[in-house]
């Protein structure tokens, strides 16, 4: 489930946990938040960043195979053969 970030419309109205903004983990189906939980003042929802995989350097063969990955190379004939 991925987790949503809101915070109040009018930080002078709100609540002081939609004041400062609060998190939510909610399902992908349900629609977004329009008002806060407790005080049930508009909000809205901030976009905020996510993590990528990093790659250092280009996987290796050797790497792959110590992943568990089979390796398989196409020869001139068409066929695969596994490394």
């Known amino acids: 489930m991925p987790t949503y970030s809101y915070i109040a419309e009018d930080p002078e109205k709100g609540c002081p946990?939609?004041?400062?903004?609060?998190?939510?983990?909610?399902?992908?189906?349900r629609p977004a938040l329009e008002s806060c939980p407790l005080?049930?003042?508009?909000?809205?929802?901030?976009?905020?960043?996510?993590?990528?995989?990093k790659i250092t350097k280009p996987l290796s063969v050797s790497d792959a195979k110590a992943a568990g990955f089979t390796i398989l190379e196409k020869r001139c004939d068409g066929n695969y053969e596994k490394l």
């Open 17 to 29: 946990a939609c004041r400062r903004g609060f998190d939510l983990r909610r399902p992908l189906s």
């Open 39 to 53: 005080c049930k003042q508009p909000v809205k929802k901030l976009i905020s960043g996510f993590n990528t995989p």
